[in-house]
Every structure is written in structure tokens, then in C-alpha cells.
């Protein structure tokens, strides 16, 4: 008989080491899986992995992609970091969507170049209203702000085809749900001919930087490192966990919510009733394979948009279907966190008393 031995020191050698033997696993399971589908493991792995970083356009749909991951996954990394779980990102990204394409619809035939700066304001205080309610029951009423949030992102979900299926459904549309279409002073700009690299791609690669200034360099960011890994002595230091959940929860909304009207105002350039390929979920597996590190987060967004990319490829020439991109994800989620579970403890053989005659 085996139990699990805590560590008395845990290796940050391996902590850092885990994500990379997750994902060369994952390639190993991913082969296996191919082979049993009767596909050739060599070349779907290369289309999955390989193919999307082989041409200027599939690195401008890699960097796209990647942009929401990088920042709903940078403001759950925060929470995490100080024991704050909110698990329901995906609605505020569709909140911070919903809020901040409001000047968009309403004033579609706008010329004001203030609508655009307008707009990923409003995102933001979208994601952060939303957030706000799980923190309030939390603190409140010590409610479980896992659940609270996750169901949060139903109810934005059932808002989002409401609104663009009713009140904001395009008169000229056919008939189709999703509102009218933005005007250019609502759009974020491209950077290159040709490509959908936008504004908020460069926004996401700096979003981290400026968490890890935070983090290493402020008196809030000592203050989330000491809430996460010693509470007891952080509320004894005068740091207040209702002060840390509001905090976190409102950063990591608004992140989110900024993500969700960049993504409307860019790739879309509309509101239409599936704005996410799921962003809010997949943000997880990003912040914790990126190690909750500033860093870290933006590599693990860049890998995870590999995924998205080569899976969209997988479908037309491999005939793969849609839901290997999520089997994937799932597998590097699973094999990193049985590799954080064998880096904090260890298995050890019970001794057991046999019977005697």
C-alpha cells in the first residue's frame, strides 16, 4: 500500500520543469491518439504544433489568439497567487463584451475617434461589475466564490444571446442574431497589411510586464505573495482577506472584460452570440502552466494559441475533428498537475502487520 508524503522542501527546479515534461507528454499521448484514429502521428503532430509557426500568417493568427489568453490568464494568475479562485472569467469576458460594445451599437453611424478609448473603459468596468459579485458574497456572506463566479458565466452567456437575438439584433442582418456591424472609430487598429495582429495583441504582451512590476516591486504585489503562501501571518501583518479577495477578483474581472471588447472590436468587429471559443476556461490550464508567473503566462498563452491555431488546421487537412483542440488542452491540464502533485509530495510504502497463524 502507497500514501502520499508531503515534502519538506519542494524544488523550484522542478516547479519550472513540470510544464515542459506536461507538454512533451501530451505530444507523446497526443501521437498515440493520432495513430488509434488512424492518422499519422508525425503529421498531425507537425500540423498541430509545428505547421502554425512556419508562415508570417500563422504566426499573426498564433499572436491574435493568444492576446485574451495572456490577459484573462495574467488576472487569474493573480487571484491564484493569493488564494483567490475565480473560475468564472468566461463571463466576464462576455460582461466586459456586453458593456464595452454598448457605445458601438448604439452609435453605429459614429465618426468620434473618443468611441474606441470609450469602449475598452466600459470593457473593463464590464468584467470588474462582474467580478464584483462573487467578491461581495464572498466577503459577505463567505459564500464559495468558485461556484458563485462559475455560475455567473452562464447567466452573461444567456444575456449576450438576449441582446444580440433581441434589442441589439441587426435590423439589416437577415435575420441573423449579432448586432450591427461597428464603425471603423470603434475598431482596433491593425498593424499590418494583410494580418489581424491588432492594438490589443501589443497591449497583451505588455499587460505582464507591468504584473511583474507589480508583483516584485510594489507593496500590493508583496502583499498578494505573502496572502498565498502564508495567510495566517498575512492577517496577523494587518493585510485584510476580504481587502485581497475584492482586489483580485476586480483586477482579474477587468482584465477579462478588457479582453471581451477587444475581442468584439477587432477579429469580430461585432456582437454575435459565441464571442468566445471558451478564452475564459482556457485561461486556467494557461495560468497555472505558465507557473502563475508574469512570464510564464505569456509563454503558456502563446502555446495554448498554438493549440487553437493548429487545430483549426488539423480540421481541414488532417480531418481531425474540432474537439481534439480541447482533448489537448485537457491532457496538458491533467499531466500538469499530476507532476505539481509529485513535486510537493511523495509516494511512500505503508508498512502493513501481516497476520500470523
Not at 500590493?220 to 495567510?231: D, E, N, T
Not at 493585510?239 to 483586477?251: A, D
Not at 487537412?317 to 485537457?330: E, I, R
Request: hydrophobic fraction near 55%; proline fraction near 6%; include cysteine.
Amino acid at each position: 500500500m502507497f500514501t502520499l508524503e508531503a515534502r519538506a522542501t519542494q524544488s523550484a527546479y522542478a516547479s519550472w520543469l513540470s510544464p515542459l515534461l506536461a507538454l512533451a507528454l501530451t505530444a507523446v499521448t497526443g501521437a498515440l491518439i493520432f495513430l488509434a484514429m488512424g492518422k499519422s502521428p508525425g503529421i498531425a503532430l507537425y500540423i498541430y504544433f509545428i505547421e502554425p509557426l512556419t508562415s508570417w500568417s500563422g504566426l499573426s493568427e498564433v499572436a491574435v489568439k493568444a492576446g485574451p489568453l495572456i490577459l484573462i490568464g495574467m488576472g487569474l494568475s493573480l487571484g491564484f497567487r493569493a488564494g483567490v479562485w475565480n473560475i468564472g472569467a468566461e463571463g466576464q469576458f462576455i460582461a466586459g463584451a456586453l458593456l464595452g460594445s454598448a457605445p458601438a451599437v448604439y452609435f453605429f453611424d459614429s465618426t468620434n475617434p473618443l468611441i474606441l478609448p470609450c469602449m475598452m473603459l466600459l470593457g473593463i468596468l464590464g468584467g470588474m461589475a462582474w467580478a464584483a459579485m462573487p467578491a461581495l458574497l464572498k466577503t459577505r456572506f463567505n459564500a464559495n466564490e468558485i461556484l458563485v463566479s462559475l455560475m455567473l458565466v452562464y447567466v452573461a452567456e444567456l444575456l449576450l444571446v438576449h441582446l444580440v437575438q433581441g434589442p441589439w439584433r441587426n435590423p439589416q442582418g437577415w435575420g441573423f442574431p449579432g448586432t450591427r456591424m461597428f464603425p471603423d472609430v470603434a475598431l482596433l487598429p491593425m498593424f499590418f497589411p494583410g494580418y489581424r495582429v491588432h492594438l490589443g495583441t501589443l497591449i497583451a504582451v505588455l499587460i505582464p510586464f507591468v504584473a511583474w512590476f507589480v508583483l516584485t516591486r510594489t507593496r500590493f504585489g508583496f502583499q498578494i505573495r505573502v496572502f498565498g503562501s502564508a495567510p495566517l501571518a498575512a492577517r496577523h501583518a494587518g493585510i485584510g482577506s476580504s481587502q485581497m479577495v475584492w482586489t483580485t477578483l476586480l483586477v482579474g474581472g477587468g482584465l477579462a472584460g478588457l479582453a471581451g471588447v477587444m475581442e468584439a472590436a477587432s477579429t469580430i468587429g461585432q456582437l454575435m452570440p459565441k464571442i468566445s471559443p471558451g478564452y475564459g476556461f482556457t485561461a486556467i490550464i494557461v495560468a497555472f502552466l505558465g507557473r502563475l508567473h508574469p512570464v510564464g503566462v505569456l509563454l503558456a498563452g502563446t502555446v495554448i494559441a498554438v493549440t487553437y491555431i493548429g487545430g483549426e488546421s488539423a480540421q481541414i487537412s488532417a480531418g481531425l475533428p474540432k474537439a481534439v483542440t480541447g482533448l489537448f488542452q485537457g491532457i496538458i491540464l491533467f499531466y500538469l498537475l499530476a507532476f505539481d502533485l509529485l513535486t510537493r509530495y511523495r509516494l511512500t510504502r505503508v508498512k502493513t502487520r501481516g497476520n500470523t497463524a
